[in-house]
């Protein structure tokens, strides 16, 4: 059981360099999540999908760019990396019914940019 | 606006007491609530979801209360072993129904032996 997958664990950039983190989930979850985690922040949501092909805004977008071509992948970008994009980045999925699904995480993506 | 509110202390306690975290939220009726753990350098795991018409609910040492009126969650673990010292989120969806989870910024618990 793999569950939520997460590429690469870690990431030096420098200022104004792109790169795309990569999110695979084998649980057939129609809804997928990127979060951001910063000391005394907590998690923020940057951007989610609730299926395939399409995707939505969260509460911290700017500088992001997200893609859902299959409902298992779901890819978050950073065209330009700038120091404040320096965290902890928690790619997560869910069922997409009911009343409250719990959600799975990955393992986290620790970005740095110098 | 909508906030969650966690004890950003870190709570300490001896092993074999009852450790209990507050999350408190604003402006807000949320049909649910979940708590769920994190370790250092890793991902958060879901652990208990409780629901508005649910007063109470238990899984195995654990514990979480919902008072709706307070808007306020209890989260207890009892009996508590060192194994148990992590950092405790709670999360509401304020969208009400699409799953998008708003997390708190979460207590930190040390099991002291």
């Known amino acids: 059981n793999a569950g939520v997958t997460q590429t690469p664990k870690f990431r030096v950039l420098k200022t104004g360099q792109s790169m795309t983190l990569l999110c695979a989930q084998d649980?057939?979850?129609?809804?997928m999540y990127w979060y951001r985690q910063d000391p005394g922040m907590g998690l923020r949501l940057i951007h989610y999908?609730?299926?395939?092909?399409?995707?939505a805004k969260g509460e911290v977008p700017d500088g992001y760019n997200v893609s859902r071509l299959k409902k298992q992948n779901f890819l978050l970008g950073l065209e330009s990396a700038a120091p404040s994009q320096t965290s902890v980045y928690f790619c997560a999925s869910s069922y997409s019914r009911g009343g409250g699904t719990e959600a799975f995480f990955g393992q986290g993506t620790r970005l740095t940019v110098v | 606006s909508q906030k969650i509110e966690q004890n950003s202390e870190a709570l300490n306690i001896q092993e074999g007491k009852t450790a209990t975290l507050t999350c408190n939220y604003t402006?807000?009726?949320?049909?649910?609530l979940q708590w769920y753990r994190q370790d250092p350098g890793r991902g958060p795991v879901f652990l208990l979801l409780?629901?508005?018409?649910?007063k109470e609910k238990r899984k195995e040492r654990l514990k979480v209360t919902f008072d709706t009126t307070l808007k306020q969650s209890l989260f207890h673990i009892t009996a508590s072993q060192p194994a148990d010292s992590a950092t405790y989120l709670c999360?509401?969806?304020?969208?009400?129904?699409?799953?998008?989870?708003?997390f708190g910024t979460g207590t930190q618990l040390k099991v002291e032996l």
């Open positions: 409780i629901r508005e018409n649910e």
């Open positions: 402006n807000y009726s949320p049909a649910y």
């Open positions: 999360a509401l969806d304020f969208t009400g129904g699409g799953n998008k989870l708003t």
């Open positions: 999908s609730v299926g395939e092909g399409t995707t």
């Open positions: 649980m057939n979850h129609e809804y």
